[in-house]
Nanobody, 128 residues
Framework: QVQLVESGGGSVQAGGSLRLSCAVS????????MGWFRQAPGKEREGVAV???????SYADSVKGRFTISQDNAKNTLYLQMNNLKPEDTAVYYC??????????????????????WGKGTLVTISS
């Protein structure tokens, strides 16, 4: 059974940094995408960043230059380093796995409904 567990959320002031982690277990296929999504209150879930098994990365325009996605395959862990945080980054952040990707990562960034497995999320709150 595939399980994803996020951690690292919290409350920081604008301009601060956080690093989110997502521990993945029960999945060993080498070809996949992993991604970070977020959902603010009253808004739809949106893609933040996607990384494929070859290390190719896509970011949402709103986080380019501030967020960095990475993965440690040995530890089966996905990371999201978030710098220069803004109040509009406040949301529940989810990690996800797409097991049989057919398109480029940027396509999956805009299609949260396509992803196969999800974590339960971690709350990030940015105060001004």
């Amino acid at each position: 059974q595939v399980q994803l567990v996020e951690s690292g959320g919290g409350s920081v002031q604008a301009g601060g940094s956080l690093r989110l982690s997502c521990a993945v277990s029960g999945y060993t296929d080498s070809k996949h995408y992993m991604g970070w999504f977020r959902q603010a209150p009253g808004k739809e879930r949106e893609g933040v960043a996607v990384i494929d098994s070859d290390g190719r990365i896509s970011y949402a325009d709103s986080v380019k230059g501030r967020f960095t996605i990475s993965q440690d395959n040995a530890k089966n862990t996905l990371y999201l380093q978030m710098n220069n945080l803004k109040p509009e980054d406040t949301a529940v952040y989810y990690c996800a796995v797409e097991t049989y990707p057919q398109y480029a990562g940027a396509w999956y960034l805009a299609a949260p409904y396509e992803w196969d497995y999800w974590g339960k999320g971690t709350l990030v709150t940015i105060s001004s």
